[in-house]
């Protein structure tokens, strides 16, 4: 047998596959979900307190979303959903407490919005909705909070480590896609190949503002051991609820979990 023949063989598969991986690492991270002109309008549409809103961002992309809004004093729920949420679903919801505004506005290439979705434009988009909200929205908020599911937490957690906000929630938070690349791809070089990391533990440290974590102790997509992680590096005032029956996608159908992120939501007001 010529070893060096194998050697090379292997050695050429290895690089092919390491350069498919890097080519098509958007499409194993992000899963926009588009939805029409007219669905849009049908939500809008279906609660008196729906207004929709649109976002131009620096380098030409409009972002479209929704604020479910109460009176200009109102606090306010910014959420930020995952890698395969398109958003408007939360016009259905009547969990959060009804005395609060909530503000939802797709990623990039995700509902309405435009544009292609990276680590580097949703971290920006995310700071610019915050500040969209505050300077053009005519809301003067008693309190801010900033709700994440899944990829959404990083985005959560982004802004809460630069902007000024009164609570954070996190469903099924990480500590970075990194760590949950290597353990799914132990033989790659991930580290060279990932372009979006979603370090989410490093704005964690820096973060004061309380915070409510949720993790799902089945979760096969978020190791629990990855979400306790961006729990432990959390600097500021923090709970941990633990889920032992529910996996990533029942996660947010647990009444309990709605019954602490209203709890929550109402001590910080009261605060």
């Not at 972002?63 to 679903?89: Q, T």
């Not at 407490?97 to 544009?115: A, E, H, I, K, T």
């Not at 929205?137 to 909070?145: R, W």
Request: charged share 20%; aromatic share 12%.
């Amino acid at each position: 047998m010529n070893y060096k023949f194998v050697l090379g063989f292997i050695l050429i598969v290895y690089t092919a596959v390491c350069v498919i991986v890097y080519f098509i690492q958007d499409k194993l991270i992000f899963f926009p979900r588009p939805i029409d002109r007219e669905s849009a309008g049908r939500i809008t549409e279906s609660r008196s307190c729906l207004e929709e809103v649109f976002i131009d961002t620096p380098d030409g992309v409009k972002l479209h979303g929704w604020l479910c809004r109460k009176d200009i004093h109102a606090p306010v729920l910014l959420y930020f959903g995952g890698n395969a949420e398109e958003v408007s679903w939360l016009h259905e919801n009547h969990d959060f407490p009804r005395d609060w505004s909530l503000l939802f506005v797709n990623y990039r290439g995700y509902g309405l919005s435009q544009g292609k979705p990276s680590e580097t434009d949703l971290k920006k988009d995310a700071l610019l909705i915050y500040d969209y909200m505050m300077q053009e929205l005519g809301v003067a908020p008693s309190s801010i909070v900033i709700k994440g599911r899944s990829m959404g937490t990083a985005m959560a957690t982004h802004v809460a480590g630069h902007r000024n906000v009164d609570g954070v929630i996190l469903v099924s938070p990480f500590e970075s896609i990194l760590q949950i690349a290597r353990s799914t791809f132990p033989f790659l070089p991930v580290k060279l190949l990932l372009r979006h990391p979603f370090h989410a533990a490093k704005d964690a440290a820096g973060v004061k503002a309380p915070l409510l974590c949720f993790l799902a102790e089945q979760d096969q997509v978020v190791p629990p051991s990855s979400s306790q992680a961006l729990y432990d590096a959390w600097a500021g005032e923090k709970e941990l609820v633990v889920l032992p029956n529910h996996d990533h996608n029942t996660i947010m159908s647990e009444l309990y979990l709605w019954q602490n992120i209203k709890l929550f939501l109402h001590n910080i007001r009261e605060n």
